[in-house]
């Protein structure tokens, strides 16, 4: 059985802060921190904590804050206390008094967590025309460093999603701890070059960039939100419909587009297309941690027994480029 010793453990950024290779999620994708029973949930937590996952990463958005609050009970019971980070919005409401907005947020998830300061609190809206670059870095970033040094919290950052040139930006300037990337298998482009006509927003490489400003890189939707188990099934306290993210149009779509990646089982580089894709990320050097959203024990074993092999083998990622030029060329 998987133990914390066979979990890798990297430096978030210039933080200084080590993170397990493998977070734990607990978004409304996978539910199980939202919908699950209670019992359940603090089994997983109970589990991942043993498997040496020590990010635990939340939002009040997921389930209108009963992650939160599910997470901060399970952390009591169990005693633990590992790397927590939350997030906040921006109401176009909130742009009059953005300090106070981020303020009110952060003093509401520290309540419903039962902590006293968060390891990480991080923008969760996409940077461009409604909330643009500049206003993230003249006005969300100064309340951010204020509240860091009231003592509420320990490092911050954004959630790595809008227009690519605004990411590059804000990324660029070296002034946040840590970014939320959207990367895998249907959208490598915050990691490697993409073809022409490729299905998918280009982020160029914005992996690179955060890796050259110090910047600690989160993946997040590892998995497309599931599409890349090449499965349309949905678990029970999964999310029943989810939209993509800089992927396809649909989520039948990447489910489609996650075939023609087959030839990594195929051809030996990975027991399966859900361990191809959580090792993919681990190759870029950036990359700090691996988010996912489980459902299920099952789910996060499967996880932490694909983190445990490491990033891809060389002979499987030479093959990528290749499955990557097949999925322009059926756009």
């Not at 947020?105 to 039962?114: H, I, K, Q, T, V």
């Not at 993210?245 to 859900?274: C, F, K, M, N, Q």
């Amino acid at each position: 059985m998987l133990g914390a010793a066979s979990m890798e453990r990297r430096v978030l950024g210039r933080t200084g802060l080590r993170v397990s290779a493998l977070g734990f999620g607990c978004g409304n994708v996978g539910g199980l921190m939202v919908r699950g029973a209670p019992a359940e949930r603090e089994r997983a937590v109970a589990r991942a904590l043993e498997l040496g996952i020590d990010y635990f990463d939340t939002a009040p958005s997921y389930g209108d804050g009963l992650s939160e609050r599910h997470l901060g009970a399970a952390l009591r019971a169990l005693r633990a206390t590992p790397a927590v980070g939350t997030k906040f919005q921006l109401a176009p409401a909130d742009r009059r008094d953005v300090a106070g907005a981020m303020a009110r947020s952060l003093e509401a998830s520290l309540a419903r967590l039962g902590l006293e300061r968060v390891d990480l609190f991080q923008l969760h809206d996409p940077i461009g025309p409604a909330l643009p670059a500049a206003t993230v870095l003249d006005t969300v970033v100064p309340a951010l460093e204020r509240l860091r040094e009231q003592g509420k919290l320990r490092f911050y950052g954004i959630t790595a999603l809008g227009e690519t040139a605004a990411l590059h930006r804000v990324i660029g300037a070296g002034v946040l701890h840590t970014a939320q990337v959207c990367l895998n298998l249907l959208n490598p482009s915050a990691a490697a070059p993409i073809p022409a006509g490729f299905p998918a927003q280009d982020f160029g490489r914005l992996l690179d960039r955060a890796g050259q400003a110090g910047v600690g890189a989160i993946v997040i939707r590892a998995l497309a939100a599931g599409a890349l188990s090449g499965s349309a099934a949905r678990h029970p306290i999964a999310l029943p419909a989810v939209d993509p993210i800089a992927t396809g149009p649909d989520y039948a779509a990447d489910v489609r587009r996650a075939g023609a990646l087959l030839p990594l089982v195929r051809e030996g580089h990975a027991g399966s297309l859900v361990e191809a894709a959580l090792r993919f990320p681990l190759g870029h050097p950036a990359v700090s941690t691996v988010l996912l959203g489980y459902s299920s024990l099952e789910q996060l074993e499967t996880a932490a027994a694909a983190v445990a092999k490491g990033p891809l083998a060389s002979a499987a990622a030479a093959r990528l480029p290749a499955l990557w030029a097949g999925l322009a060329a059926g756009a």
